[in-house]
């Protein structure tokens, strides 16, 4: 069975959106998603630099997290036909590890929790197959990269690259 | 530069050393290391099936762990020669993710934490070499695996065996 990794943030949780639902809260602004398309958080504004590691650290933040739309279904879907692993870069923040587990295990309970990796360079990943949205992880993995459509990498060309989940059911299952 | 995965328990902590010693204060047995020459805890007396959970659930079991003697200097050494990945299941008890680090943090503070693996099962690692106890790890490797000797696999043969960190040493660097 060929084997599926598949990134967090930004692919099945709507990292960026808390990030700027809490700043907007703490600055009065009133940045949305469509700000963010073709830049970071902190080239939209530069108080992200600070903000994201001090919202991070919060326990509550990982466990806050919104689903990606589609992103549930279309995994259980794959996990019929591949070997499904959660891969998520997990040591710059370790306060993170525990809430990424029960994040998971809360959203995507069908999951074994065998099949999460948390790791920080995920060229150490051996996989068929890899969905992330972050253009450097694709560089040095090893398998097939596949680029997951998100506000930051609207702009960057040259890789495979799935605008949404259904996007993904039709790529792996060809429906 | 090869890379080599190294697993933690039994290779560069006494996982079972601690698990023996909270068993004797218990029971008031005294079990050593010595009885666990090819035996799992659970061959040597049945109630450990139920007591390492129980250990394992609580944070200072890992924290506490001893370090397995050269491991630091041994690696230190390789990590000059080859990327070292630290490579350890820690999914089966979630409560061991946030200890593992800050015990790597603590006793391999020279390794980068980008280089820590927490995973399930371990035929996920991409990597060149992988050290570890447990032969069925090795099994699903599709590296070189080789079998560090523990006291429970000294009876199992058809593998690279090494025997402490001094042989390490010597096959990797031929000093």
């Known amino acids: 069975m060929e084997r599926i990794a598949i990134d967090m943030d930004e692919v099945i949780t709507h990292f960026s959106a808390n990030c700027l639902e809490l700043f907007n809260e703490e600055f009065n602004t009133d940045y949305t998603t469509e700000d963010l398309q073709g830049k970071l958080l902190v080239e939209l504004d530069a108080r992200f630099a600070d ?9 509550s933040f990982f466990l806050d997290l919104q689903v990606i739309r589609d992103s549930q279904e279309v995994i259980q879907k794959l996990s019929a036909h591949y070997d499904i692993y959660i891969v998520t870069a997990a040591m710059e923040f370790p306060a993170s590890l525990a809430p990424k587990y029960q994040w998971l295990k809360q959203h995507f309970s069908f999951l074994n929790d065998k099949n999460f990796v948390f790791c920080g360079d995920k060229s150490i990943i051996h996989a068929d197959y890899l969905i992330d949205d972050t253009p450097s992880c694709l560089d040095t993995f090893t398998g097939q990269g596949i680029l997951f459509t998100a506000p930051h990498n609207r702009d960057i060309s040259g890789y495979t690259r799935l605008n949404n989940w259904q996007e993904v059911a039709r790529y792996f299952l060809k429906v």
Chains 1, 2 share one sequence.
């Open 51 to 59: 903000k994201v590691d001090q919202y991070l650290a919060n326990e």
